[in-house]
Structures are given as C-alpha cells and as structure tokens.
C-alpha cells in the first residue's frame, strides 16, 4: 500500500524479537555472546530534569534537562550450558565490580547502543513444578553509552 507522498513506502515496523542483546565476556569485552532465551525486554530512560522560577519570568517555570539514565528489565529461561545465559545466572550471587559487564543492544535496524553495565540478576532459577526454570534480571547503564547509527537509516 502506498500512502502520501513516499512515506508509507519507506516506513517499516518490525518485530520484538528482532532486538538483540550481547554480553562482552572476554577480559576487553571484545568475545561478544548472545544471551539465550530472552522472553522479554522493557528498555527505561529516565531524564532527570531541574526546574526553577526565575523572577523575570513572572511566576512561570523554567526547566533544564540534566541528566539521563538508561536501563532495561529482561525476562527469560534459564538455559544451562548457554555462555551468556550462564554468565547473567553466576551474577546473581555477585556483587561491586563483578557484575560489571560491556553489553550491547541491536536494535531491528542495526543501530547500536554499546554501554559498560551493572547487571542485577533478580530471579536466578524458579517459577511452577511445570514451568522451565526462569531468568530475570536487570540491566543499569553505567556512564554514557555509546550509540551507533544504522547505516542508510538516518537513525
């Protein structure tokens, strides 16, 4: 279906699992993993925002954009034997330092958002007597992360 003009045509929507998340687990963070059997991801961005009255502007409010904060929440299965999948698990008994990881989100057009995160496992294993075992866990950025552009996309 073409709609007005050329955008209809160059607009695309793409599913979920198009995303892609990876681990750098060698010492540079340059050994990249996929993480198995992720079910669920909620990406946050939290922009912290100072405001203020300024007398010249008559009891009116100003407001500044400070600060940012990335993070996500990811739901999955705990698959055993998996490398990424094993990794975010052993976190959860961790703490400091050690739950600090290079992680790295591609998104559906091939845009990159590449960070140093805090990995903060928050269901290691569980769930019903019939259920496959859960994985749950939150990923904080730490520092400013690094976005690349899709080529061609302008994104």
């Known amino acids: 279906m ?68 990335l993070s996500f929440s990811f739901q999955g299965k705990r698959t055993y034997g998996d490398p990424g999948n094993d990794y975010i698990a052993g976190l959860a008994w961790k703490s400091g330092n050690d739950v600090v990881a290079p992680f790295r989100w591609t998104m559906p057009t091939g845009a990159k958002v590449t960070f140093d995160a805090i990995i903060n496992v928050t269901t290691p294993a569980g769930g019903d007597s019939t259920a496959v075992d859960a994985l749950e866990f939150e990923v904080k950025c730490k520092g400013k992360p690094t976005f690349t552009a899709a080529t061609g996309t302008g994104e």
């Open 2 to 69: 073409k709609g007005i003009g050329n955008f209809m045509s160059e607009a695309k929507v793409y599913p979920v699992n198009n995303n892609k998340f990876d681990l750098g687990l060698g010492n540079d963070g340059s050994n990249w993993t996929t993480i198995a059997n992720l079910t669920n991801f909620a990406p946050s961005i939290e922009g912290g925002v100072e405001e203020w009255n300024a007398m010249e502007h008559g009891g009116w409010g100003d407001a500044m954009m400070t600060s940012k904060k």
